[in-house]
């Protein structure tokens, strides 16, 4: 079932005549008639959980937002997706633009906010056009603006374009920089939701997640709430890349296998050229790599779901996380040591340098990665490895600090034999650009 | 504080208090004193929004509250986490705590470029006392570490960013006392640097106050650089008439002569007072000043060795390990060291000890030589 992505095959649907011809802005319509608070009661009901990252509720961190009399509040849509492996909010902007204004405009209503931003990442030029086009089209057809739709409520929507820092996706380095700050992530307690955009009781919600309220408006929480599986409702846009016939972004229910999703003609078909399957980033590239026999399988023998729950079963052991829905495939050819080295590399680029685990230790990672992959590492450099990691994770201001440790950790959790290997083949280290090649052996072969 | 704030019971290290509702963990900590009270690198009672970046004061919260007795699953910054009634904290208790303490220095260390020998820091620097209270002994890294080059703030500052743990108490100072954002921070991650913006010099009668927030050698005297090393200067307090601050400050002198000028601190190495530039710069001579006396130091260092007030005694088995002599400064100089010797007792000397304590019998001190010769 397709709630989002729907239409968005339609010629020119990323312009207003053509979307409201499609049924869109009738979820408006139908919210503009209710009571802010009937809307949030909905998003409550529908389960719908944050497309960010960290999968809180949206309906339960709406009803946190503190209304202080006299004291403007404000929600701002987070489209910095800087995340390696993540492109939905991407594709979602680029094309159903109208989507996400409609998703904003209830969003707003419901939560009282008269002045809404969109954050989006500063790459994304092009789309900050097609969504000024999309909001002035929406303010020429009197969704935006004063007194909508004769409502007496009054909403403008600004893009504001990011300089280029992944940082600035933290939602409140994101309110930093939207103030005029540099994008250093605030220390909290307080939360946006009491405390956020100059200090004003702020919702910061992903592209995705907005996008969302539209459908659950039509159908109804109740029904939305139906879809997918337990706590994991609805459904999520995955973008998949790596080493897959198919790469791109799917709208997909989340009671789907991982098996089927990487194998089906639907979804990614299959690994190119026959290839073996080794490793799975599920999640963008925060959350922990999974092998291949970790992948279809949790460790209890159970099928493992593309869902939230699903994906972090057995924890961090033998488990990882649905994170953004950056799902990264990587064949048997993949050198994982290569390929953790380049994602420490992000994270040493990334780190605002607040904190000093965060700020020293992804470099220091970075360093012993990059001798390791080129075949200057020692074996006490793996447990170095991992003590670092130790050192930084739940130690910091803001997530990006565990976000840097988790994949470290995660590959020497599963992949330490190709670790030792690059120690003890230093040379062979340097003229493959592979590690273990057909590490996926002893692993599952596993085709549909 | 109104009368009608409540207070709350926090228990830290097995030590129970009562404070104000709103106290930070830190706080309540300091109120205790001693070895319960988590290092503060970045904390500073006195700057607003200052605190929660370095991390050394992480603590484990193993009780939320009467109401919600749930343990935090993190270390918390306790400079930042304000107590809850009932709460249990763990400071140097917890194992967690002290290991991720030492992760926090270690990270501190990993760029710093040790050069102690040639900073004017060296003897009141926080980040040698933290090292040495909370760090290991040996350095991980192999790798080269990053470098900036030295950048004169003004007239009378020298920044050497090499140095610099980034606590950004100088921004919040200079923000706050000057009222420009002229100074802040460049670039991120490990290759953030303090800066002026850009390249401006600061000129503000109060700037040379972070010299005195900056916990390293980073922000330094230029009119002190060099000349001497603290340690060899006795801080007394005293004061002028002056028309732009209290005139209140601590002079570092040698003999007759005044090295250098700085702002009195408390035991927490927080400036007291702000000064301005005109009494920190510019007013060398002795004359200048109505002297007050020796200050007193609370501080761990060198300049008040075993003379800081309501210290916490040492545990017996640490004092034995360490033939017999007080811990803190167990460096193993004591076979060789001008300062450490036997025949001085410390703590009789009034008020803090200074070089020439160690002068006066130059006897002893050679006949001590010998007596090293001879043991090897
Ligand atoms: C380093 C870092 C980067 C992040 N980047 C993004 C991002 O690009 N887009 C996003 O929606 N959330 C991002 N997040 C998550 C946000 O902080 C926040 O949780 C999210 O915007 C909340 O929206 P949601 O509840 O709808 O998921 C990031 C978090 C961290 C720690
Ligand atoms: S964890 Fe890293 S990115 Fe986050 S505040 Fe600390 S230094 Fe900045
Ligand atoms: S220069 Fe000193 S005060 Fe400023 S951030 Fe660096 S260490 Fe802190
Ligand atoms: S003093 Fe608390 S984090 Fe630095």
Sequence with gaps: ?448 | MSEQTPKFKVTIDNITIEVPAGTTILNAAREIGGDVTPPAMCYYSKLEGSGGKCRTCLVEVSKGSEKDPRPMPKLVASCRTTVMDGMEVKNMTSPKVVEARKGVVEMQLLNHPLDCPVCDQAGECHLQDLSYEHGSSTTRTEFERTTFSQEDIGEYIQLHKTRCILCYRCVFAANQLTGKREHGVLMRGDHAEISTFIGKALENEFIGNVIDVCPVGALTDKTFRFKNRVWFTKPVDAHRNCPTCSGKTRLWMRGEEVFRVTARKDKWGEVEEWICNDCRFHKKQASDWVIEGPSKIDRHSVISQNHYQGAVEAQPELVNEIIGKNPKLLFDIHEVSDVNREEIDLSKINGPAHSDNFLANQKAKHERKLKVGRNK
């Design chain 1, 1 to 448: 079932m397709k709630l989002l992505l729907e239409n968005a095959h339609i010629e020119g649907i990323r312009y207003y005549e053509i979307y409201r011809k499609h049924g869109g802005y009738r979820a408006a319509e139908k919210a503009l008639k209710m009571a802010p608070d009937e809307i949030v009661e909905e998003v409550k009901k529908s389960g719908l959980r944050g497309r960010g990252g960290a999968g809180f509720p949206a309906g339960m961190k709406w009803s946190f937002l503190a209304k202080p009399e006299g004291v403007p509040r404000h929600l701002v849509c987070n489209a910095d997706e800087s995340e390696p492996g993540t492109f939905k909010d991407r594709y979602l902007m680029e094309f159903l633009p109208h989507l996400l204004i409609e998703g904003l405009l209830i969003s707003s209503f419901a939560l009282g906010s008269n002045l809404t931003f969109i954050y989006i990442r500063g790459e994304y030029a092009w789309i900050v056009d097609v969504l000024e086009q999309a909001i002035a089209e929406a303010k020429t057809n009197g969704w935006l603006g004063k007194n909508i739709q004769g409502t007496g409520f009054d909403c403008e929507i600004h893009v504001q374009r990011g300089a280029g820092a992944y940082i600035c996706g933290e939602e409140t380095a994101l309110l930093e920089s939207l103030e005029g700050k540099r994008g250093n992530p605030r220390i909290k307690p307080p939360f946006p939701a009491v405390q956020g955009l100059w200090l004003r009781p702020t919702v910061v919600n992903n592209v995705e997640t907005l996008a969302a309220v539209v459908p659950i408006m039509n159908i109804g929480g109740e029904a939305y709430s139906k879809i997918g599986v337990g706590r994991s409702t609805g459904t999520k846009l995955i973008s998949a890349c790596g080493n897959i016939n198919k790469p791109g972004v799917y709208e997909i229910e989340m009671n789907l296998s991982v098996e089927e999703f990487i194998y089906s003609d639907e979804y990614c078909s299959g690994i190119p050229k026959g290839k073996k399957l080794k490793a799975c980033i599920p999640g963008g590239s925060s959350v922990p790599i999974v092998p291949a026999n970790l992948l279809f399988k949790t460790a209890k023998g159970e099928t493992r779901y593309m869902n939230y729950e699903s994906l972090s079963d057995g924890g961090f052991a033998t488990g990882t996380m649905m994170g953004s829905g950056g799902f990264i495939v990587l064949d048997e050819d993949q050198c994982v040591v290569r390929h953790t080295m380049t994602l420490a590399r992000f994270y040493n680029h990334e780190s605002c340098g607040q904190c000093s685990p965060c700020r020293e230790g992804t470099g220091w990672m970075y360093k012993i990665l990059k001798n390791i992959e080129y075949g200057k590492g020692k074996m006490s450099d793996i447990d170095l490895l991992w003590d670092i990691q130790g050192k930084i994770e739940g130690n910091t201001i803001c997530p990006l600090g565990d976000a840097a440790a988790w994949p470290v950790a995660a590959a020497i959790r599963h992949f330490r034999d190709e670790f030792e290997w690059h120690v003890t083949h230093p040379e062979e280290a340097q003229t493959r650009n592979y590690g273990l090649a057909h590490y996926a052996e002893p692993l599952s072969t596993v085709t549909v």
